[in-house]
Every structure is written in C-alpha cells, then in structure tokens.
C-alpha cells in the first residue's frame, strides 16, 4: 500500500464554524477523495479522530488517513480509545525508527537467518511471507535487535501491500521447531508490536507443521494477544495442509516447497 499522503482541505467557512461541523465537512472530503469500503459515517469519525490526536501531537498530521481508519477499526471506531492508540504509535515510531526507515544494516544479523520469506500473493491479492521459527534460537538472541528485525519485516510486508488492500497473509511453517528454537518472551514482543503498531495489517496467519511442544508455548503466550488478533492464527493439521493452501492461494502463486510454482526470495 502506497502511503496515502492526500490530505482533505481544511474548512474555509466562517469564522463562527464548529469543530463538529469542520469534522464533518472533512469526513465528506474524505469519503469522496479516499473511497474504498468505508462509507462517509466512518471517514466521519476519522476526522474526528484526527482533529483530536493532533490537537494533541502535530506530528500526526504526517499519518495518512488510510492508517488512521486502520487504527479506528482496531479499536471499535471509539475515537477516544483510537486517539490513544495513534498517540503512542506516533510517539513510538519517532524513537524507534527515527528518519521513518529501518535500514537494513540495523537488522544485518538477524536478515542472515533467513527467517523469513517473500513469496506471492494469495487469492485476494495479499502478499504472502513464509516464516520459519525455527532457524530462530533463543540462546544467541538479541532482544533489540529482534524488535529492530520485527519492524524491518512488517515494513517491508506493508511495502508490498497493492492499492486497494490493507492486510498481508503470513505463513508460519514450524517444520524441525523444537526447545532450542522456543522463545515465548521475542514471539510475545512480535506480537505486541504487531497489534500496537500495525493495526488491521495482519490478514491471516497460518500455522503448519505444528509440533506438540509449540502448543505448550502457544499456551504462555495466547493471553498477551488481544481478541481480534488471536481470531486470526489458523492451526493447519498436516491433513488438510496442501487443501487448506490452495484455497488461500492459486498454483501459480502457491510456493514451490507446497507444491506450486512460485519461488520463495529471502527477505533482505
């Protein structure tokens, strides 16, 4: 997804005019130039949740309008709760990837592993990345430079999102995890930066070749994720693995290592 920057022109009405109704005036703004599956009631409370955050943070006037709405849906459209939530990610951002990009020579390490590939795009047009936790050992971790890793991948998946779709698809294939690989306090860290800071970008996530042991650590980390994001991890028995693929994805874009075409390219 290309970053939306269009911002809607503010009101030119008279002196008089409310805050209420400059909101609304923007929200119609939006909903004609932006479009997509929101209808005018919901860019509505996205200019309400933009005129409140940046009363309170100019620098939120750097965020496009298509996160914002992300950042709303994920907290039910109550635009306080969402305010909160821009908020913090605005601040974190700012500290944490300052310039606004995560070079790659701050992850060069952790980019070594392969932990995590490019693939095609599932039926709705979604990118797709494979990750595989198990070339991830929690002995020679580096907490820092795992965050600084987590970021770099869900920037570069968000990167490859195509116009008109918000969410990517992840395939974790947990083939050969096993004790040494476990390491509940990085995929707790994943998470959180998953759903603080990118809100609504997760489509699907499914899990294949899941070993016994992972269920037991799946367990320790299932209460550090929030409701609408636990919806989204799938469990795929080896059963139903190759149909449950290419129901998501057609051969031409299935990776060659399930059984289609498509070829795999390392993130770097």
Same mark, same amino acid.
């Given at each position: 997804q290309r970053p939306d920057r269009h911002r809607p022109p503010r009101s030119t009405s008279a002196h008089g005019t409310s805050k209420k109704d400059r909101s609304r005036e923007e929200g119609r703004s939006m909903a004609s130039s932006v479009g997509g599956d929101a209808g005018e009631g919901e860019w509505l409370k996205v200019a309400e949740l933009r005129a409140m955050a940046e009363a309170q943070d100019p620098h939120v006037k750097e965020v496009d309008n298509l996160t914002l709405r992300r950042f709303l849906r994920a907290r039910g459209h109550a635009v306080g709760k969402a305010s909160a939530m821009l908020l913090k990610f605005v601040a974190w951002r700012r500290? +944490?990837?300052?310039?606004?990009?995560?070079l790659a020579e701050l992850v060069r390490t952790e980019l070594s592993h392969e932990m995590a590939y490019m693939a095609g795009a599932d039926r709705a047009g979604r990118p797709v990345m494979l +990750?595989?936790?198990a070339k991830h050992f929690s002995a020679t971790r580096d907490m820092a430079g795992f965050k600084r890793y987590v970021v770099y991948l869900f920037d570069a998946m968000c990167a490859r999102i195509p116009r008109g779709q918000e969410k990517f698809l992840c395939v974790v294939d947990l083939k050969g995890w096993g004790y040494a690989n476990c390491?509940?306090?990085?995929?707790?860290?994943?998470i959180e930066i998953l759903q603080s800071y990118y809100p609504e970008r997760l489509g699907k996530a499914l899990m294949i070749h899941v070993p016994y042991l992972f269920m037991k650590a799946w367990k320790v980390v299932q209460p550090f994720i929030d409701a609408n994001?636990?919806?989204?991890?799938?469990?795929?028995?080896?059963?139903?693995?190759?149909e449950t693929l290419r129901r998501e994805m057609e051969d031409g874009q299935l990776p060659e290592m399930y059984g289609g075409k498509m070829p795999i390219v390392p993130l770097e």
């Open positions: 500290e +944490a990837v300052p310039g606004g990009v995560m +990750a595989f936790p390491d509940v306090r990085a995929y707790i860290a994943a994001t636990r919806d989204k991890f799938v469990f795929v028995d080896d059963k139903s693995l190759e």
